[in-house]
């Protein structure tokens, strides 16, 4: 759906439940957006306080749009000649809106719920942030007062979301998300690079309202150009992705600045805000899938985001056209697109024939075009750009000007304003110098060019832009064709896994077959005579594994016995039973499993499902074997997700390359890795809330259109009931 077409709903995040909702529930945003009737309780006359300050602020903001302002104060008639109320009970009629500053807000909270008000802004702090069992317990209240009707944006927030914002500048519009104040404040500030801001929502601790709500609300507006954030971490990673799919399917981009990438910033975030940052790579995984933007810094926040306000949709074959004041530049920027993995294409033969005719000879005119800087204020410039933009091997024009030359930039600025405002083709400008104070500058923001400050943050920005185009035009909402329904091996799975005691490996096992995944042939042996007749049975050479769910890492303890003839196997049957004696004398020992051998596999992987806060179970893939800890060769999918997820998923990892034939080697039964991927996720759907953790390690991948078979599986029941 292209963006002028995107329909306006109205949708917030799902309703409190388990892991598998998949829509979004409704919220009257109007009362929260175009309230009638707003209070302050705490407000104050009193100079220099906060609630003064804030009462001043709501009341000029509210009634500039002809909502009635009332302050609520326990003695006061009055406040800085507005009449007050001793409560907001008090009040007459319906009141939409209201802010909560007193040291202790429950009580207020408590009133404005019997009275039925639509938000509550709980700017007070002192609940979880404090990580004492006192604020904890008041946050706890908090969120029994939200459980109906009224909604509560907050505690420990603010009136960001009243502010007053520029309605001149042209493009779509930047909504902007925090949780914390100080760090939306840049963000609300690309105003100066020309960016239109729709409005800024500061969250606080979310007992309540949380991203996905206002995520949800934003990608709804028909002129919201991009959804901006900052982050310390998400109060539900469903409600996340369901928020994101609305986004994805309304093409409004979403760029985050996501902290707890260091344990440190980890620990900060949850002292800040008390947020749990979860996981790094598993967010980043959530975000591919997605579609979100990530970004370290506000530089890239704010000018990525202006971008995506300002340009048009990509279209056309993917390739970067680089329009330079000189070789140097050329150079430069030649390299870092190279290092990201742009694409710089030879221009069309046509392209560069055209430019012959106002480009000296002397010059590069190929791409990147260089034309000497002097050519922008003849006539030769703007013909120049003109034939650069219409060249059908690339679809996006990079302009760099790292230098400010009076009487050669602003003619340069004029046509690319006129050349933009043509909508054909993105055009990004990179204005690195750091004098600003220049009329062709000026005139690049107030028209809505996207300018940025780095040649980097513009290769990036047009990374972004490929990788948009890439991701939409495969795009299937995972929430479309979601099964609710549990398998019929549910049932019996279930019950063993609430049985109260651990699992051992052929019992786990057992449980992958019910959902397809093929495992080796086996047999379990109480004796050493047993132990002959499978190995026979098997082959005349087997594997032989002491059975405990007890002895999670039989391999690590000696354990394990390879390529075990007839023979040798009743000696091997009773060397490990006295080896499983000896170094886990209280492990409960249900015998030997013997094993068929895998026969010349192409490689070994790892396949798992673990618990990741904030998403609840997710799906592990990596390089497998007794080296999956060492080499850490791993990608996440975090259901729901799709086969082309589970694709991705092998592809991300440096050991793929084992499974297309490397040096020589067979290529690998990539589709049987797949299937076995989303046989994990149904795994993970049906059973994630009586499943701690699920390996399937080593997973033997076969030879192309063998498929792949689970030699050894843990299953760890989960000790809560709680979801996630």
């Known amino acids: 759906m292209s963006r002028r077409a995107r329909r306006n709903v109205v949708v917030s995040a799902a309703d409190p439940g388990p892991p598998s909702g998949t829509t979004l529930r409704t919220v009257d945003w109007r009362r929260l957006f175009d309230p009638r009737r707003a209070v302050f309780i705490g407000a104050s006359d009193r100079e220099g306080t906060q609630q003064r300050n804030q009462w001043v602020f709501m009341r000029d903001r509210l009634e500039a749009r002809g909502c009635e302002c009332i302050p609520v104060h326990p003695t006061k008639p009055e406040i800085l000649g507005t009449p007050a109320v001793r409560s ?51 946050e706890q209240r908090l969120k029994e007062l939200a459980s109906g009707s009224t909604r509560v944006l907050g505690p420990n927030t603010n009136l960001n979301l009243l502010e007053p914002w520029r309605q001149d500048l042209p493009g779509r519009k930047m909504a902007i998300i925090t949780q914390s104040g100080f760090q939306g404040r840049p963000m609300s500030q690309g105003q100066t690079y020309g960016i239109p801001v729709q409005s800024w929502a500061t ?202 030359f009076p009487g050669m930039i602003e ?46 943050s513009a290769v990036r920005g047009a990374g972004e832009l490929l990788r948009r185009r890439t991701f939409l035009a495969s795009y299937k909402s995972p929430f479309a064709a979601v099964t609710t329904k549990r398998q019929p091996a549910d049932a019996g799975a279930r019950a063993l896994l609430t049985s109260g005691r651990a699992l051992d490996e052929v019992e786990a096992k057992a449980i992958l077959r019910e959902y397809g995944i093929a495992t080796v042939p086996e047999h379990v042996v109480g004796s050493p005579e047993e132990a002959v007749r499978a190995v026979e049975q098997l082959g005349g050479r087997a594997a032989l594994k002491i059975l405990s769910a007890d002895i999670a890492h039989k391999s690590d303890l000696g354990l394990v016995r390879i390529g075990v003839g007839v023979h040798d196997a009743a000696d091997a049957y009773r060397n490990l039973a006295a080896s499983a004696a000896r170094v886990a004398p209280h492990a409960d020992v249900r015998g030997v499993v013997v094993q068929q051998l895998v026969a010349d596999p192409i490689a070994e992987a790892i396949i798992g499902i673990s618990h990741q806060a904030p998403f609840g179970p997710v799906v592990l893939y990596g390089l497998g074997g007794v080296f999956a800890e060492v080499f850490e060769d791993v990608s996440f999918g975090v259901p729901p997700f799709g086969p082309e997820r589970a694709s991705a998923m092998i592809a991300a990892t440096k050991g793929s390359r084992l499974l297309h034939g490397a040096r020589g080697r067979s290529r690998g039964d990539v589709a049987a890795i797949e299937r076995t991927i989303m046989a994990a996720q149904r795994i993970a759907v049906d059973l994630g809330d009586v499943i701690g953790e699920l390996d399937i390690n080593p997973l033997m991948v076969l030879p192309d259109g063998c498929g792949a078979v689970a030699v050894d599986a843990l299953i760890v029941p989960r000790r809560s009931s709680s979801p996630h």
């Open 203 to 404: 969250l606080g601790n979310e007992t309540d309202l949380e991203w996905a709500d206002l995520a949800g609300y934003y990608a709804g507006l028909p002129d919201t150009g991009v959804i901006t954030s900052y982050v310390e971490g998400f109060k539900d990673g469903r409600t996340l992705m369901i928020a994101a799919d609305v986004a994805a399917r309304q093409d409004v981009p979403i760029v985050v600045i996501k902290v707890g990438r260091s344990a440190a910033g980890q620990q900060m975030a949850q002292a800040h805000t008390g947020h749990l940052t979860g996981s790094d790579a598993v967010h980043d995984a959530a975000f591919e899938q997605c579609g979100i933007v990530r970004v370290d810094d506000f530089d890239e926040a704010i000018e990525i985001s202006g971008m995506f306000c300002h340009v048009p949709p990509v279209e056309g074959t993917d390739g970067v056209a680089l329009y330079t004041l000189s070789g140097g530049t050329a150079a430069h920027l030649v390299d870092l697109c190279g290092a990201a993995g742009l694409p710089v294409p030879r221009f069309s033969d046509r392209t560069i024939a055209a430019l012959t005719d106002h480009i000296p000879a002397y010059l590069r005119m190929d791409n990147p075009v260089d034309t000497g800087g002097t050519l922008t204020a003849l006539p030769a410039g703007r013909a120049s750009l003109e034939i650069t933009l219409d060249d059908e091997n690339t679809n996006i024009v990079i302009v760099p000007i790292t230098g400010v």
């Open 88 to 138: 907001v009970l008090d009040v007459d009629g319906v009141v939409d809106f209201a802010v909560v500053l007193v040291r202790d807000a429950l009580p207020a909270v408590e009133e404005c719920v019997a009275k039925g008000v639509g938000f509550v802004v709980v700017f007070s702090a002192g609940f979880a942030e404090l990580g004492t069992p006192e604020g904890l317990a008041k």
């Open 411 to 456: 003619p340069l600025a004029r046509d690319l304003v006129d050349l933009h405002l043509l909508q054909k083709k993105p055009i990004l400008v990179v204005w690195s110098s750091p004098l600003r104070d220049n009329d062709g500058y000026r005139t690049l923001i107030e028209n809505g060019v996207p300018v940025f400050h780095s040649l980097m």
